[in-house]
């Protein structure tokens, strides 16, 4: 699924069915959202608390990428459903930033009392406000919607300009949703069995608490914000959010004590018991009301102690409560980087859910092939479709996002999700691009496959196999330890570098096992921590051409060390291994493109899905997935066409990496 950071401009296409407010009167297509009563709703709370500019965004108190439909309030207030955006809104203007994956479908969704702002850059927002707000005025916020550094970055873009940055705990966009606002999550908080595990909870409290000990700075406590972090340390999971097994929480853990602030009422019994099994003493977890962390944080923060915490995750309205002497503030919580390190239980169970993946969406590619001829399939169908395949595997719980099924000029939209009311019939004249995953009890998952079933362009079928030897050459790189992936990342770009091409997406994100399909901070943006074995990461480049086509392929890859001839360093160098076993599309390659060694590279990985999936495949008396599976993995020739390239695509390479590690050290 492609990653959010670091987006080119993309045009808006001339053939979606887009608002026009220039027009009289203006156009309004049938997607978009009257919200003239929310505002005016909106701006008579922000006139009672005397606030001129208040500003929304899109994620919740934990700062979750996924939120549920109560913490949407940006999508409530404009109509727009995008995953990211910023909103602010004075007593006469409204405006939404976002990024450009969302640009058409806001000018689709949201109605003329907005303005879209193409942009996420702090510094636009804070100019914005100045203009719209006049000296004296206030700018409030709900500070535990906002991170410390967005916090930060708004202070200093508003700093010294006359008007103040209020924050206000009681969230004015509550107020005037009401008792229209879903209501707060009810099903059950569970404990994983035991198998699904890699390993106790008590185990894992007794690293981080080694970690502490470790520490120069010998912090007495660990605040958790990010609800990953809790879910992974207790081996919990929830279904607060959707397509994310995780649940409303914070922990505190010291070093003789942990708090576990949650919805205990919808704790399960075999949870409640694994919890208190240890009570009393110091893996005795203490049940609090989720709506005591603050209260409890700032009585602990009185004490002669430390917290350490991490300030992605924590709010400005937790951080707060803590005197600055007494904090130790990384990026990301220790928790979070041991989550992000996979052990070798925890790396065989995501395997193991990728091989049945592959099976659903072999017999998805399969069904397609039949059916799209027929002219019975359009986007819609297909998501529905591909999402059954993968409920009726052992162990499936569900989609780990919503599946983007694409075709033709659809799927130049990075992230396009078709609705039942709008979907583009799937055609053997048109490309078409599914990505898509699932959630499953050892491990998630997220592949993108591109396809056409009839005769590509010239154009398609090289954008196609560049796209390819881009995921080929990051895949079967060879980098030093700790290697950052900012610097590895172009290799997945070269092969479209060279004819001018590129995407506007980032490269890859983690991903996690029964967690989040994007999980940081694994990937190859410049806020990701550096590459270590044991990390899972997806490896997705792409290419959108506007109005007409996109392609993309995606698969998860696991950091291993590598078997290399010699072995200079204290640590071995490091390569990935493709646990995502799904062949690509043979009508789109153009063979003549590849090197010997990217040739080779496809042919063993296409022995490795015949060998992991064929047995799968047979067990589960898929016989014709089976026949499939053998066709679509046939070895591929080495031809003198490639040779030619390959000599000088080996020394483009070498000379890429060598630039990059040495500008990196510069």
């Known amino acids: 699924m492609g990653c959010a950071m670091h987006l080119l401009p993309q045009a808006a296409s001339t053939k979606t069915d887009i608002r026009d407010c220039s027009a009289d009167p203006p156009y309004l297509p049938p997607t978009a959202i009257n919200t003239t009563a929310r505002l005016a709703a909106l701006r008579g709370t922000m006139r009672a608390h005397s606030v001129h500019a208040y500003i929304v965004p899109s994620t919740d108190a934990h700062m979750s990428e996924y939120i549920a439909k109560r913490d949407s309030r940006l999508g409530w207030l404009t109509g727009f459903t995008g995953s990211a955006g910023t909103v602010v809104v004075t007593w006469d203007k409204a405006a939404l930033w976002t990024d450009s994956r969302y640009w058409i479908q806001a000018e689709r969704q949201m109605d003329c009392n ?28 709900d500070p535990f919607l906002f991170s410390i550094d967005t916090w930060n970055s ?102 003789t004590s942990i708090s576990l602030f949650v919805d205990e009422m919808r704790l399960s019994a075999t949870a409640r018991q694994s ?78 859910a990728h091989v049945r993946d592959a099976v659903a969406v072999i017999q998805y590619l399969l069904w397609l092939e039949k059916m799209v001829p027929q002219g019975q399939v359009d986007e819609f169908s297909g998501a529905q479709h591909i999402d059954m395949l993968r409920q009726a595997q052992e162990h499936s719980r569900g989609p780990s996002f919503q599946s983007i099924s694409a075709s033709g000029l659809n799927a130049a939209l990075a992230h396009y999700s078709p609705s039942n009311g709008s979907s583009r019939k799937l055609s053997v ?50 980098f030093p330890p700790n290697t950052a992936g900012r610097v ?83 640590k071995p160098f490091l390569t990935f291994e493709v ?48 026949r499939w599976l053998q066709r679509n993995t046939e070895p591929f020739p080495l031809g003198s066409a490639a040779t030619a390239t390959a000599t000088l695509g080996t020394l483009a390479l070498a000379s890429l990496l060598s630039g990059l590690l040495n500008g990196l050290q510069a």
Request: proline share 5%; aromatic share 10%; glycine share 8%.
């Open 114 to 141: 907005w303005e879209l702002q193409r942009t996420t850059w702090i510094k636009s927002i804070g100019l914005w406000i100045l203009e719209a707000v006049p000296v004296g005025g206030n700018i409030s916020l």
């Open 154 to 255: 708004y202070s200093q873009a508003l700093h010294g300009s006359g008007r103040t940055l209020l924050p206000i705990e009681t969230n004015l966009v509550d107020q005037v949703w009401a008792d229209q606002r879903p209501p707060p999550a009810s099903s059950e908080i569970y404990s994983l069995p035991a198998e699904f595990t890699g390993s106790s909870w008590q185990e894992k409290v007794a690293g981080i608490r080694q970690q502490m000990e470790q520490h120069v700075r010998r912090p007495t406590a660990v605040l958790l914000s990010g609800l990953e972090e809790t879910a992974w340390l207790f081996n919990l999971r929830g279904n607060d959010i959707p397509y994310n097994p995780v649940f409303y929480s914070y922990t505190l853990l010291t070093n």
């Open 275 to 352: 919890l208190r099994a240890g009570c009393p003493g110091p893996l005795c977890v203490e049940l609090q009301e989720y709506g005591q962390a603050r209260a409890h944080l700032g009585r602990y923060a009185q004490g002669n102690v430390t917290i350490w915490l991490g300030t992605e995750y924590t709010t400005y309205g937790l951080y707060g409560v803590i005197p600055q002497e007494k904090l130790l503030e990384d990026s990301y919580s220790p928790v979070m980087l041991a989550k992000a390190v996979k052990n070798a239980k925890e790396q065989e169970l995501l395997r193991a």
């Open 429 to 478: 004249d048109e490309m078409y691009l599914s990505d898509t995953g699932g959630q499953y009890l050892d491990g998630t998952t997220d592949i993108t496959r591109t396809m056409h079933w009839g005769v590509p362009t010239p154009l398609q079928k090289e954008a196609y196999t560049r796209v390819l030897m881009g995921n080929i050459d990051l895949s079967r790189l060879i």
């Open 488 to 570: 590895v990342e172009s290799f997945a770009r070269r092969a479209l570098w060279n004819v001018g091409l590129n995407y506007g997406h980032g490269t890859g994100h983690g991903i996690g096992n029964f967690l989040s399909v994007h999980e940081w901070p694994v990937g190859f943006q410049s806020n990701n921590v550096p590459l270590t074995a044991g990390m899972f990461t997806s490896i997705e480049p792409g290419y959108y051409r506007d109005g007409e086509f996109g392609v993309r392929i995606e698969d998860v890859a696991l950091v291993v060390e590598a078997q290399t001839k010699h072995q200079t360093g204290e």
């Open 579 to 626: 646990v995502s076993l799904v062949p690509y599309d043979r009508n789109l390659i153009d063979l003549s493109l590849l090197s010997p060694e990217q040739i080779r590279y496809l042919n063993a990985y296409y022995e490795t899905i015949r060998a992991r999936v064929g047995p799968e495949l047979q067990r589960q008396r898929l016989e014709e997935e089976y």
